[in-house]
């Protein structure tokens, strides 16, 4: 049992020796304002960057990941919401892809007679989607920090109805339904007359209007592929084009990408598309051809993106956080110590401070009496023995010889 007390005594010894956060005895510390100034400085800072950081890690980010698509039989669905300055009568819409196929393999977009120019409430909207639209394209450069994000408003709205309704006859056409086609590239145009088929070799439109009275003006509320997804901006949402001559062609060349997304609110299966748009007026006699309408064009690339959303690691969040207070407390404590040390210099310096109440014993003791002076104590005598002491507290001395 004593030599376990023993060995248990010399391992707390040894573990006393490891000690690196030696207590300091609180008479020996020393508090200064300055110190506190500082401690309350560091405290702030040190507050302030753990909430910078609790708020960066409880945030998501977006993993992308390319492949190459081998789903070659998946339906691609379009949706479409344009207006055409032409009566429904007069123009036709559909789809022909390359394989052959049309509207009339597909199915058939619905087609409404409206009034082109928008009510107060409707103009509200539509300038809202165009200045969303060119602050995407022109200055916002990191769109992948906006799309797909649990954590981002997403602005999700459609055309609003008309308050009052207009009298007369509706000038305008709105072309507007989902259609799912083949997954290849297609032409989505519009143009005038109806489209008829004519068999295993396509389809033609037929017009029986008056070539004067074309007006491709058009406007297109909503223009996507897949389904709707919360936070995706549409290119095309927005667009309008107004144009006074009859002959015009107005066209959209579109590369359409398929994604997935797999977010903590989104889990479909979308496209993504870039738009590159083009327009002319058709003359003839100076060598611009072509039929008057509007066409869009699309192809699909060969690459798959995966977007995906995760949290970052939360040890890496610890880290940081050990990283960011023992870094603060360290390099406060050494402009601490630099700044008493300057204090120190320049008080030294010009005899300011503690530095300045100092002077010399003589001129300090100089001018008082006498009598204010401390006297010297006598120094005791030394005893010379142990018997000296006894007698000297009150014992008696005493003979040690033997008789």
Known sequence: MLRLNVSRKRALSVVKELDAFPKVVEDCKETTASGGGFSIMTFCIIMVLVLSE?????????????????????????????????????????????????????????????????????????????????????????????????????????????????????DACRVHGSLEVSKVAGNYHVTAGKALNIGGLGHVHVSMNLEDNYNFTHRIDHFSFGDPVTGVVYPLDGTLYVTDNNYHIFQYFIKVVPTEVRTYTNNVDTYQFAVTERNRSINHKEGSHGVPGIFVKYDLSALLIRVREEHKPYWQFLVRMCGIIGGVFCVSGMLQSLANFMYDALCCRLKVGKYGRQGSYDEAVKGLPPMSLPNEVAAAPLLNSAEERDAQDGFPLQNSGFR
């Open 54 to 170: 609790i708020e960066y890690y409880t945030s998501t980010e977006l993993k992308f990941d390319y492949e190459v698509d081998t789903n070659f039989t998946r339906k691609i669905k379009i949706n479409i919401d344009m207006t055409i300055a032409m009566r429904c009568a007069h123009i036709g819409a559909d789809i022909l892809d390359q394989t052959g196929q049309d509207v009339f393999s597909y199915g058939k977009l619905k087609e409404e007679p409206v009034y082109f120019e928008l009510s107060p409430k409707q103009q509200e909207y539509l300038k809202f989607t165009q200045e969303v639209n060119d602050y995407l394209r022109q200055e916002y450069h990191a769109l992948q920090d906006l799309m797909w994000r649990s954590d981002k408003p997403t602005f999700r709205g459609a055309m609003p109805p008309r308050e009052v309704m207009k009298t007369g006859v509706p």
